[in-house]
């Protein structure tokens, strides 16, 4: 089992910045893609971004420009750096994994809501 532990949301005001971080614990060998997702009331969960072991990164083209998916393998931890925050990016954020390319994991979920 993984275990993903969200840190970071908050409020924050438009245009301003959040860094969200999520450390990986537990049986955490094979872990490949880390990154993250988000859901909004009344919406789906969507990816945000993703990022695998060797550093290839792909997000949703709202959040290009602005956020920043890292990754550091040696403390089993994914970041992602959101500049230039809008109203809409208000969302519950989730941290995933996926291990050996078969089992996804979850974190808990963190709340981000950028006033206007």
């Known amino acids: 089992q993984v275990r993903l532990v969200e840190s970071g949301g908050g409020l924050v005001q438009a245009g301003g910045s959040l860094r969200l971080s999520c450390a990986a614990s537990g049986s955490i060998g094979n872990i490949n893609t880390m990154g993250w997702y988000r859901q909004a009331p009344g919406n789906r969960r969507e990816l945000v971004a993703t990022?695998?072991?060797?550093?290839?990164?792909k997000s949703v083209d709202s959040v290009k420009g602005r956020f920043t998916i890292s990754r550091d393998n040696a403390k089993n931890t994914v970041y992602l750096q959101m500049n230039s925050l809008k109203p809409e990016d208000t969302a519950v954020y989730y941290c995933?994994?996926?291990?050996?390319?078969?089992?996804?994991?979850w974190g808990q979920g963190t709340q981000v809501t950028v006033s206007s």
């Open positions: 995933y994994a996926n291990q050996y390319g078969l089992y996804d994991y």
């Open positions: 990022i695998t072991n060797s550093g290839s990164t």
